[in-house]
């Protein structure tokens, strides 16, 4: 009888100090999972990458949509219709009325795109729908060459294609351009308006960010204007 109750207690001495270090360590390995977070320095900041997915619930129509070969646009009349790579393109259509700032009418065409018979082509997606004042920065084509009276050097768009952005043959070419008002990918590289040397061959992907990064990687900060004034003392 001693013994049994000699063995009992032994297993049970050994069983509360099992659980004694058991909890020690278990609170010990929660401990670790509070890491201190380091604030980043003020100039070194990801710019937005939600934008990636804004037009993600198009992707699978984009991969099963066949080309239209009879409409595509060329990466050359797309810079056409650009004072300089990255200047808000012109309006080469007719706009109806003068005075609108642009909104809905534009919209009708512009957030989704789709064929325009009138015009003979596929509207192009705004990358950029939220900035409802469109005619704020776009204007209507008056002439044909918009800096047609002076010496206007326009500065030459990057290149793209076979090797110009990627390390290894077959690798995912670097993007070329900044990310400043191009996170919306698919707006212009998908879809039958998107130029053909550009028009990407996998919009299902989604998170394109994830292979491609930007080749400008600086991100400068520019601080807050504040206006300098003499009678103005701290
Ligand atoms: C009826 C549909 C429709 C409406 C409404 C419309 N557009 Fe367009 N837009 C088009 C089509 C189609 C094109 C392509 C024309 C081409 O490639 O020849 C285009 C081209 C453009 C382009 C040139 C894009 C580029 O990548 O070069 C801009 C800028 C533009 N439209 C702005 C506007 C603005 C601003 C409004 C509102 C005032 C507007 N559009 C209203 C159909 C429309
Ligand atoms: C604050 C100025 C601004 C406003 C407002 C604005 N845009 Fe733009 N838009 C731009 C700039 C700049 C680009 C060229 C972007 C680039 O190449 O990175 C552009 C490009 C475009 C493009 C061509 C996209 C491509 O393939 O390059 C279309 C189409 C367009 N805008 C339509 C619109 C419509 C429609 C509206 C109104 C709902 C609008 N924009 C409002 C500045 C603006
Ligand atoms: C406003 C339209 C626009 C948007 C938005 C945009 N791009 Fe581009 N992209 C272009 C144009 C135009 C080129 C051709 C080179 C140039 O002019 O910058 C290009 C070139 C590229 C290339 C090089 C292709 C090659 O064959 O070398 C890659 C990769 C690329 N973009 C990826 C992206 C990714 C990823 C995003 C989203 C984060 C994006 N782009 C958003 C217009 C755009
Ligand atoms: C899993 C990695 C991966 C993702 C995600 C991805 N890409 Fe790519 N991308 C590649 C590779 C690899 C190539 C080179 C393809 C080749 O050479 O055959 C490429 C090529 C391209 C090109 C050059 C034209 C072409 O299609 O070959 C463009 C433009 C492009 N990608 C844009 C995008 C966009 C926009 C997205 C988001 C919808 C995206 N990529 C998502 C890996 C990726």
Known sequence: MRKRLGIISFFVMLFIAFITIWNFSYQKGLEEGYITIIEPPSNSYIPS?????????????????????????????????????????????????ELTMGGNVCLQ?????????????????????EMVNC????????????FKEIAF???KPPSVGSGANNALPGSPPMMPHQL???????????????PKEIRVTHPERINCRQC???????????????????????
Request: hydrophobic share 25%; glycine share 4%; net charge negative.
């Open 49 to 97: 990458e939600s934008g990636v997915f804004k037009r993600s619930e198009h992707a699978f129509d984009y991969t099963k949509m066949p080309v239209d070969e009879q409409h595509q646009r060329t990466l050359e009349t797309y810079y056409n219709n650009r004072a300089y790579p990255g200047a808000p393109p012109s309006i080469p259509h007719p706009v109806k009325k």
């Open 109 to 129: 065409c512009h957030q989704n795109g789709g064929f325009v018979e009138k015009f003979n082509a596929y509207a192009p997606v705004t990358p950029h729908p």
């Open 135 to 146: 005619r704020q920065c776009h204007v209507t084509q008056n002439v044909q060459s918009i």
């Open 153 to 155: 050097y326009k500065a």
């Open 180 to 194: 400043q008002m191009r996170e919306n990918c698919l707006s212009c590289h998908a879809g039958p308006a998107a």
């Open 212 to 234: 491609h990064l930007p080749t400008i990687t600086e991100t400068a900060e520019f601080g807050v204007f504040v206006r300098q004034s003499e009678d103005h003392e701290e």
